[in-house]
């Protein structure tokens, strides 16, 4: 898990904001499946170089927000039904990843069906195609 | 600097400190209170007077005004009870050079009573700090791990470490800071340290404070520090509505501005969101962007040369 999320430090989002979305999306993604564990708060926090303080509070939200569930004695695990991303969030997170590609391919200065065509050459790299996923 | 009191609860605090060398004065009415279980990061140029403040703190030196607090008791005259409570790292180790780890950790567990050689030898073992060489023969990074064994042999309620990674290398860095998390996880020990590895301590810090000149420049928490200093970043255009330029930047408190061929870069010290939305939005001010900065930049920005 350590190697998927990041933090940066110099960016002005306090570390336990970047902390929590981080494993929000991890787990939005599938990528952290319901019930696995996750590393504990010193482990999180001597690979991230944070303050463990900083991890318990991005957990203990997460906890409160049912995507994490604290076994006592055990550890931290992604709760066996973690909520979803609201529709609100992921329409924000797709249009952000999509600003910041359309403005890297007018920088290369790609045309718009070129750029378009290496979005549809991603999707059938990450994943067969199914229904509904071709435009 | 306004004289604050600080909160009873504070285990390391100073108030209204002064320290004169003739007639240099190294410290002018500084006062801080370090809260339980921060980590409170003071930064400061060479000679701003850092060492006179930790010295004072460590009560091996009294000051000519004001006094340090030890967990609440003056650092002058409490100096030899509040030791055990106390781990510290002096900035230039101060071990004699012919005793080994093992008797360093001997000698000091006669002088207190919580010592935990078990885990001081278990710190040291991980560190690969061999425990039968003098300490003077030991490498740097040796020294520092060995260093922080014995401040954490006591279990203390507070550290202090005087620019504890000077001249270690980054693998040695990294094992000091991982250390410094574990025994921040395990016991959440107050922790004031002095540093001019800015990089190191950003993700750690809770509490920054600079010096400048003998007097505490700046003093809050990191999280608000970084909200309110940022870049900004855009070009003025020239319009038939706009008459009025360089007022663009009035809200944000600019501490440096610079004007390059495409356009305006200035570092703000009072950003806010509300004000930079009707910023950018000002008829004439084109592409405004915003950027955080790293904590060396807000040093830089504030400690840096001009006045």
Known sequence: MQRALRVDPRDATPIWRQIEEGIRRLVASGALAPGSGVPSVRELAADLRVNPATVAKAYQRLSEAGVLAVRRGEGTFV????????????????????????????????????????????????APTRKGDEP | MTETVPPAASPLA?????????????????????????????????????????????????????????????????????MPRLGVVPEEPDAPPEMTAAALSSFFARLYPSWDAEAVMDRMRRFAVPERVPFGSLSKGQKGMLQLSLALGSHPDALVLDDPTLGLDPVARRAFFEELVGELADRGTTVFLTTHDLAGVEGMATHVAILREGRLVLDEELEALKARFRRIRYANEITEERTEYGKELDAFDAVRVKVRGWGVEATVSNFNDDAFASFAATEGVVDAESEALSLEEIFVAVAGGEK
């Open chain 2, 14 to 82: 100073i108030r209204g400190l002064t320290v004169r060398y003739g007639r240099v004065v190294a410290l002018a009415g500084v006062s801080l209170a370090v809260p339980p279980g921060a980590v409170y990061a003071l930064l400061g140029r060479n000679g701003a007077g850092k060492s006179s403040l930790v010295r004072c703190l460590l009560g091996e030196q009294k000051p000519a005004e004001g006094e340090a607090l030890l967990f609440g008791a003056s650092a002058w005259k409490v100096r030899a009870r509040a």
């Open chain 1, 79 to 126: 709760a066996a039904n973690p909520p979803a991303l609201s529709r609100g969030e992921r329409s924000r997170e797709l249009a952000d990843g999509a600003v910041r590609y359309a403005s890297l391919a007018v920088t290369l200065g790609a045309g718009r069906e070129n750029a378009l065509d290496e979005v549809r050459a991603a999707f059938r790299r990450l």
